[in-house]
């Protein structure tokens, strides 16, 4: 199994920044694609932005020019790199992870629990 652990979420002001972390651990043979995804309150779970195991990025409409996505393939780890907050990012932030346990196992999402960023005056 893969384990995910977020980190770095938190209390922020409007146009605050924030760098959430993201550590993959357990039997892990291959990792695809790492992302993040937010939801919040009454709202469906979106996507926030993913990263390749080339580095190929997207980002949701709502984030772009505003967020950055990386990934530390030796350390099994993703950033999320958030600047100029807005309220409407508040929400709970989960990691996403494509991976697969064996080489002759097939690709499976993973998800951690989840951290959760204010964005408030």
């Known amino acids: 199994q893969v384990q995910l652990v977020e980190s770095g979420g938190g209390s922020v002001q409007p146009g605050g920044s924030l760098r959430l972390s993201c550590a993959a651990s357990?039997?892990?043979?291959?990792?695809?694609?790492m992302g993040w995804y937010r939801q919040a309150t009454g709202k469906q779970r979106e996507l926030v932005a993913g990263?390749?195991?080339?580095?190929?990025?997207n980002y949701a409409d709502s984030v772009k020019g505003r967020v950055t996505i990386s990934r530390d393939n030796g350390k099994n780890m993703v950033h999320l790199q958030m600047n100029s907050l807005k309220p409407e990012d508040t929400a709970v932030y989960y990691c996403?992870?494509?991976?697969?346990?064996?080489?002759?196992?097939?690709?499976?999402?993973?998800w951690g629990k989840g951290t959760l960023v204010t964005v408030s005056s």
């Open positions: 357990g039997t892990i043979f291959d990792i695809n694609v």
């Open positions: 996403n992870v494509v991976a697969r346990t064996r080489s002759y196992r097939s690709w499976d999402n993973y």
């Open positions: 990263i390749t195991s080339d580095g190929a990025t």
